[in-house]
T-cell receptor, first 111, second 117 residues
Framework: GQQVMQIPQYQHVQEGEDFTTYCNSSTTLSNIQWYKQRPGGHPVFLIQLVKSGEVKKQKRLTFQFGEAKKNSSLHITATQTTDVGTYFCAGRRAGSYQLTFGKGTKLSVIP | NAGVTQTPKFQVLKTGQSMTLQCAQDMNHEYMSWYRQDPGMGLRLIHYSVGAGITDQGEVPNGYNVSRSTTEDFPLRLLSAAPSQTSVYFC????????????????FGEGSWLTVV
């Protein structure tokens, strides 16, 4: 079945440092989504990427979708304590309703 | 709009008991799904539905049943609870059934914390 690998599992950064999480799929994806889950909370949709090579920005967050549509990344510039949480990628194959989630990257920000 | 509402928020069950986790959405979404979240395992799909009367299995369906008699409701039934079903359960919904769409946001409920002893 489809597998989505996400690294690293944990990341501790000093406030102000940058952060990147990477997502790799075993199959070509139709689209990929990113979610953020705060401690004790539920996943909240951040963005969806659809096109090969697509890059989208949301303030300090930059999302990329690989040319082969099998990998993606989320980069946060100058982290803040409000960025704390677990970031998940979730990929969908063409013709499938199912979203397969990565195991997430838990980000801790040290003030 | 309440979005996606799950009940109960917390539940303790004894092994062998049955129970139903309720999920309702008021956004007229066709697609609804149930995930379980375990430490280090991410979110795993249990069952999903693309419309009333249509359900299908996800990655980890064993021990769970679902039904979709209305667009709004998608209950998850544990038939005979086991300690391995201790987890956090999330219900989610979206429009368009996940097809390629610019408006394809998935909305999650706040979660149901289940402990089986």
């Amino acid at each position: 079945g489809q597998q989505v690998m996400q690294i690293p599992q944990y990341q501790h950064v000093q406030e102000g440092e940058d952060f990147t999480t990477y997502c790799n799929s075993s199959t070509t994806l139709s689209n990929i989504q990113w979610y953020k889950q705060r401690p004790g909370g539920h996943p909240v949709f951040l963005i969806q990427l659809v096109k090969s090579g697509e890059v989208k920005k949301q303030k300090r967050l930059t999302f990329q979708f690989g040319e082969a549509k099998k990998n993606s990344s989320l980069h946060i510039t100058a982290t803040q304590t409000t960025d704390v949480g677990t970031y998940f990628c979730a990929g969908r194959r063409a013709g499938s309703y199912q979203l397969t989630f990565g195991k997430g990257t838990k980000l801790s920000v040290i003030p | 709009n309440a979005g996606v509402t799950q009940t109960p928020k917390f539940q303790v069950l004894k092994t062998g008991q049955s129970m139903t986790l309720q999920c309702a959405q008021d956004m007229n979404h066709e697609y609804m799904s149930w995930y379980r979240q375990d430490p280090g395992m991410g979110l795993r799909l249990i069952h999903y539905s693309v419309g009333a009367g249509i359900t299908d299995q996800g990655e980890v369906p064993n021990g769970y049943n679902v039904s979709r008699s209305t667009t709004e409701d998608f209950p998850l039934r544990l038939l005979s609870a086991a300690p391995s079903q201790t987890s956090v359960y999330f219900c989610a919904s979206s429009s368009t059934g996940g097809r390629l769409s610019s408006g394809n946001t998935i909305y999650f409920g706040e979660g149901s914390w289940l402990t089986v002893v």
